[in-house]
């Protein structure tokens, strides 16, 4: 079973900004479509960016245009770059990587997830 490891949460001040990474660990697995989400207490989980095997990239609509999702293909890697962060985007923060799909799709939601990290917002 692939393990995904998350790093780069922890406590920001509105406004701020943090740098989201999301790698395999302990497996040869390449990334190849990977989805980023978010569960706040007491809400359901929701998607927030996408990225395909080539690059392409979605994002939801309540955070586009402070948030972009890339990859480094080289270090196996996908990020997360969140920038003026608002205190309701507290929540615990996931990455859900394709088993075999080069795009992302809600199916891959059964592949693999990262334990999450926590993200705070917060004066």
């Known amino acids: 079973q692939v393990q995904l490891v998350e790093s780069g949460g922890g406590l920001v001040q509105p406004g701020g900004s943090l740098r989201l990474s999301c790698a395999p660990s302990?497996?040869?697995?390449?990334?190849?479509?990977v989805g980023w989400y978010r569960q706040a207490p007491g809400k359901q989980r929701e998607l927030v960016a996408t990225?395909?095997?080539?690059?392409?990239?979605n994002v939801a609509d309540s955070v586009k245009g402070r948030f972009t999702i890339s990859r480094d293909n080289a270090n196996n890697t996908v990020y997360l770059q969140m920038s003026s962060l608002k205190p309701e985007e507290t929540a615990v923060y996931y990455c859900n990587a394709c088993r075999w799909s080069l795009r992302y799709a809600r199916s891959c939601m059964y592949d693999y997830w990262g334990q999450g990290t926590q993200v705070t917002v917060s004066s």
């Open positions: 990225i395909g095997s080539g690059g392409s990239t």
């Open positions: 302990g497996s040869d697995f390449s990334l190849k479509a």
